[in-house]
T-cell receptor, first 109, second 114 residues
């Protein structure tokens, strides 16, 4: 399984765009990149998944460069309710998810 | 409500007790998982079930015993636990072959072993 590296924590003010970058230098051809969000004492929630280029949904955008060795989760105009831990996961479909430590995002008023 | 329901939400048990955690998914998924999340640690994968068959056991101590009677229900039977087993236990489900929406997690059972 490809190992991921992401910042331990980030702070942002409300209304700003937040970009969380994840490094996955040994990503394999069959691997997809998936991001999850977790609030305290709750299970993680799927945010977005991509393979290459850019993916956008109603919650976030995911930018993946051509070499796929990193990815960036972009959260537009964050609010206090976006304070959570964000996990970047890399793996082939149909393989169990293995979580790292994630990035703790704190949104400040 | 995420479509994956875990009961109970909170559980306190002594080291000599036997208890069970229950997970039920209403999403028609065919894979289910148990994860453990200890304080300040990443989620740890414990067990994987595909089509009711256990396909992965991540070196979990035998005091944790999973059971998957059908594709909608998953249990985790607990006996003679240790205080270090206190954690948030999360159940998740997914659809093999169509993971476009990833895993759906339940809200977890907060277990305290005294």
């Amino acid at each position: 399984l490809a190992k991921t590296t992401q910042p331990i924590s980030m702070d942002s003010y409300e209304g700003q765009e937040v970009n969380i970058t994840c490094s996955h230098n040994n990503i394999a051809t069959n691997d997809y990149i998936t991001w999850y969000q977790q609030f305290p004492s709750q299970g993680p929630r799927f945010i977005i998944q991509g393979y290459k280029t850019k993916v956008t949904n109603e919650v976030a955008s995911l930018f993946i460069p051509a070499d796929r060795k990193s990815s960036t989760l972009s959260l537009p105009r964050v609010s206090l309710s976006d304070t959570a831990v964000y996990y970047c996961l890399v793996g082939a479909r149909n393989t169990p998810l293995v979580f790292g430590k994630g990035t703790r995002l704190s949104v400040i008023a | 409500e995420t479509g994956v329901t875990q009961t109970p939400r909170h559980l306190v048990m002594g080291m000599t007790n036997k208890k069970s955690l229950k997970c039920e998914q209403h999403l028609g998924h065919n894979a289910m998982y148990w994860y453990k999340q200890s304080a300040k640690k990443p989620l740890e994968l414990m067990f994987v079930y595909n089509f009711k068959e256990q396909t992965e056991n991540n070196s979990v101590p035998s005091r944790f015993s999973p059971e998957c009677p059908n594709s909608s229900h998953l249990f985790l039977h607990l006996h003679t636990l240790q205080p270090e087993d206190s954690a948030l236990y999360l159940c998740a489900s997914s659809q093999s072959g169509n993971p476009n929406y990833g895993y759906t997690f339940g809200s977890g059972t907060r277990l305290t072993v005294v």
